[in-house]
């Protein structure tokens, strides 16, 4: 086993619900959690760690595993300290839901004995910390992994080659690297998830209409509904299961997606342009029968959802 000590930096929902998934499902070696104080007295208490630190120093430079749980533009904060931290032969992944600035950054800092793989869990609740987590929060989801400028010449899923070998660390060659890299992915499949490797370019553009335009659509919509509710509790009172379907990403605090639209706003903005046009392409046809093709291409995007996003 080359990931005998994983240090989980950030506590909270994907970071505690890495924890207990891989205790979960049989991790025998050292989890040692990085956050305040306060977040990892029930972190313990959870059983999701099994040493506690607020030392950032402390926890990644005796981890084979580095794994970069806080928001977007704290790991951006982080990964220069990580880069004087970590021990030659670790290797570094994150769980941000923007990629492109991660792993740009991440390739600029490490130093070339130190591997990053760049990742995002398609999992998540409406509502974080360490309370919410669950050992099978990532099981059925999708978990996108990133290849950048340390990996190019040598995929993790791929046999070493003699072009691909870096130079020596106490890990051992970059053959040994990449095993760390692999035994990795194997917990992810463990965890449930599905791996599934793309550029960091791609993920943000797809994230941003999938995840980020529908959060704030969500948004949007139920403060629409808020700003018109009377005081007679109208109309939000009549609310029903659609509403609150649609309504569910809005409880969602500003906090977990401002670092998001700060690193993605680009192809948000996009996204939202795209959306805006379709709503007004509605809106003028409201009284007519070609809002039926509108429709159409939503419940074959339905379907093709439930069939999991396969033809």
């Known amino acids: 086993m080359l990931l005998q000590r994983i ?22 070696g050292e989890i040692i959690g990085c956050d305040r104080a306060e977040v990892l007295e029930k972190a ?3 059983g999701a760690i099994d ?3 607020t030392e950032l120093a402390e926890a990644v430079g005796e981890a084979d595993l580095v794994y970069l749980a806080t928001p977007v533009v704290t790991i951006l904060d982080l990964l220069p300290e ?14 941000g839901s923007t990629k492109v600035r991660i792993c740009k950054l991440a390739s600029e800092v490490l ?6 793989l760049g990742g ?5 609740r409406e509502v974080g910390g360490i309370e919410n987590a669950d050992a099978d929060l990532f099981a059925g989801a999708k978990y996108v992994l990133i290849e950048e400028a340390h990996h ?5 899923d791929s046999a070493p080659t003699a072009s ?11 053959s040994l690297r990449e095993g760390a890299e692999k035994e990795f992915v194997e917990w992810i499949k463990k965890l449930g998830a599905e791996p599934l490797r793309m550029e960091a370019e791609t993920h943000d553009w797809a994230v941003a209409l999938v995840s980020q335009v529908p959060q704030l659509v969500s948004t949007a919509l139920a403060s629409a509904v808020w700003d018109e509710t009377d005081e007679d509790g109208l109309p939000l009172s009549l609310a029903g299961a659609g509403f609150r379907d649609m309504a569910r990403l809005a409880g969602s605090p500003y906090d977990v997606w401002r670092d998001i639209c700060l690193t993605n706003s680009e192809n948000i903005a996009r996204g939202l342009e795209r959306l805006e046009q379709r709503l007004e392409r509605m809106r003028t046809r409201l009284r007519s029968r070609e809002l039926e093709e509108e429709f159409e291409k939503a419940r074959q995007t339905y379907a093709m959802l439930k069939r999991g996003g396969k033809e």
Do not use: Q, W, Y
Not at 120 to 124: F, L, R, T
Not at 152 to 156: H, S, V
Not at 164 to 174: D, M, V
């Open 152 to 156: 190019r010449d040598a995929p993790f």
């Open 120 to 124: 995002h869990p398609m999992a998540g």
């Open 7 to 28: 240090a989980v930096v950030g506590c909270g929902l994907i970071g505690g619900s890495l924890a207990l998934g891989l205790k979960k499902r049989g991790f025998s």
């Open 111 to 116: 130093p070339e004995n130190v591997a990053f």
């Open 44 to 46: 313990r208490a959870r």
């Open 51 to 53: 040493r506690a630190t």
């Open 164 to 174: 691909g070998l870096r130079s020596e660390s106490p890990l051992g060659s970059a």
């Open 82 to 95: 990580v880069a004087k931290a970590a021990k030659p032969g670790a290797l570094v992944t994150d769980a």
